[in-house]
Nanobody
């Protein structure tokens, strides 16, 4: 299984970006999908998570600005980021909990995509 993330880039403060991540390979089903980020010198942190049923939760600082969504038919997860701030600058990683059969679930990570917000 591979997770391929895309959509990062350089944007001015107040701008928007949309991250995409698609899972491919031997997939029976996908449970939770999420976006994490890691800024230089900091620990990786959860930005947003969405369950297979569509329930979402967000890190406090992105509430009202970021929206996570998924397309189960395309094995994809998205992160719409609006009103970006310099403190959002980080490498963003997608995550998926993937089942290869009904009984076994494994964690997978994408390769990371850089988001840089200039002030």
């Amino acid at each position: 299984v591979q997770l391929q993330a895309s959509g990062g880039g350089l944007v001015e403060a107040g701008g928007s970006l949309r991250l995409s991540c698609v899972a491919s390979g031997n997939i029976f089903s996908i449970d939770d999908m999420a976006w994490y980020r890691q800024a230089p010198g900091k620990e990786r942190e959860l930005v947003a998570r969405i369950t297979s049923g569509g329930s979402m939760n967000y890190e406090e600082s992105v509430k009202g600005r970021f929206t996570i969504s998924r397309d189960n038919a395309k094995n994809s997860v998205y992160l719409q980021m609006n009103n970006l701030k310099p403190e959002d600058t980080a490498v963003y990683y997608c995550y998926a909990a993937i089942r290869h059969s009904r009984n076994y679930q494994y964690d997978y990570w994408g390769q990371g995509t850089q988001v840089t917000v200039s002030s």
